[in-house]
């Protein structure tokens, strides 16, 4: 009678522990395909000198969650500070900062194709054609031209500074530069500065709207008493129209667009959306982050405008994703790398 009083306890605590299991998010077995139709890569920094940068990726169609793919696929570490990535041609071309490469990947199966190495910090890559594109740099002051059929440097274009992100537009490149309040306008055949425009102290986000219209997002400084802005301009004739102003404390970033590009999206702590036709920026949230959330990355689901948000926790532990529909109703939180920023939608 014991005995069976201690089997029928060993079943109910083995239930127990079961139903506790139900939340949490699956992993896919060895045997499945790596790389799903429907996904979403989460670009994960990593922390500064310790090369445990990952991209994570979500499975759309069955909701599970690859913590480090390029581990997974490659077995070996991406590298030091995942900075971005960006879809090319057939491949993906993920920057790793600290470690001075790219690292270009296939989109099938996500297995290493190349390192481009040669740089001294890269940041971001854009293409300007499905041969060329253009590498920003951190510490050299310039940028790289690189081949992205042979995936080896052509040319180092002398530039300003620390140049970041960047953005193509018709026939003119823009290139920001961290510590300037300019844009800087290069000519697409020479490669070379031809004019600037105002665009706030530390730019971090460059978009173009339905109406081919340039949107500047700069963080500012609360250290050095500079607000961030909000700009849009004309960028045929390199008119601005448009300029609001963010509170000293404010810090914006991650300025994104939906589908339709006829909305802006960006994080001031909070997450907000406005129109591409409101004079105002807008006051009250879409999202709110909890008290011990820290929303680091922002991206709009292009298929039905899910809301996805990265939470970077205290930049030390694995952060975590939250899923929103288009009316901000939390449908899924998933667990990824360490500091998540920005996302990938393929």
């Known amino acids: 009678m014991k005995k069976l009083k201690n089997l029928i306890k060993l079943f ?95 989109t099938s199966t996500f297995k290493s194709v190349k390192i481009i190495s040669g740089f001294q910090s890269p940041r971001y890559v854009l293409p300007l054609n499905e041969n060329i594109g253009l590498v920003s740099e951190l510490y050299a002051n310039k940028l790289y031209k690189i081949d992205l059929k042979n995936l080896s440097i052509l040319q180092e274009i002398e530039f300003r500074g620390w140049s970041e992100k960047m ?72 008119n601005k129209e448009l300029e609001l102003t963010f509170s000293l404390a404010a810090e914006p970033k991650s300025l994104c667009t939906n589908l339709a590009k006829d909305s802006l999206w960006f994080i001031h702590k909070n997450v907000y959306s406005m129109s591409i036709n409101a004079l105002t920026l807008p006051t009250e949230p879409v999202v709110y982050s909890l008290q011990n959330q820290l929303f680091n990355g922002l991206g709009i689901e292009p298929n039905n405008s899910n809301i996805w948000i990265s939470d970077a926790k205290d930049y030390q532990r694995k952060g975590q994703v939250f899923k929103y529909n288009s009316k901000a109703v939390l449908l899924k939180t998933y667990p990824v790398g360490i500091i998540p920023s920005e996302f990938l939608f393929k």
Not at 14 to 37: N, T
Not at 50 to 68: F, R
Not at 176 to 202: C, H, P, R, W
């Open 12 to 106: 109910i605590v083995i239930a127990l522990f079961s139903g506790c299991k139900r939340d949490r998010i699956p992993v896919p077995d060895i045997k499945h395909a790596v790389i799903p139709p429907q996904k979403v890569f989460v670009l994960c920094e990593g922390n500064f000198g310790w090369g445990n940068g990952a991209v994570s990726m979500v499975s759309l169609k069955d909701e599970t969650v690859i913590e480090d793919n390029f581990k997974y696929v490659n077995n070996r570490n991406l590298g030091d500070v995942v900075q971005s990535i960006t879809l090319i041609n057939n491949n993906y071309f993920i920057v790793v900062n600290n470690s001075n490469k790219i690292e270009v990947v296939d």
């Open 167 to 238: 953005i193509k537009v018709d026939d003119k490149i823009f290139v920001s530069n961290i510590y300037s309040s300019k844009l800087y306008v290069l000519n697409e055949n020479s490669l070379s500065i031809t004019d600037s425009i105002e665009a706030g102290t530390f730019v971090n986000s460059l978009i173009v709207d339905k109406n081919k219209k340039l949107w500047i997002l700069s963080r500012g400084s609360n250290l050095e008493s500079r607000q961030g802005k909000l700009y849009r301009y004309n960028p045929q004739n390199l």
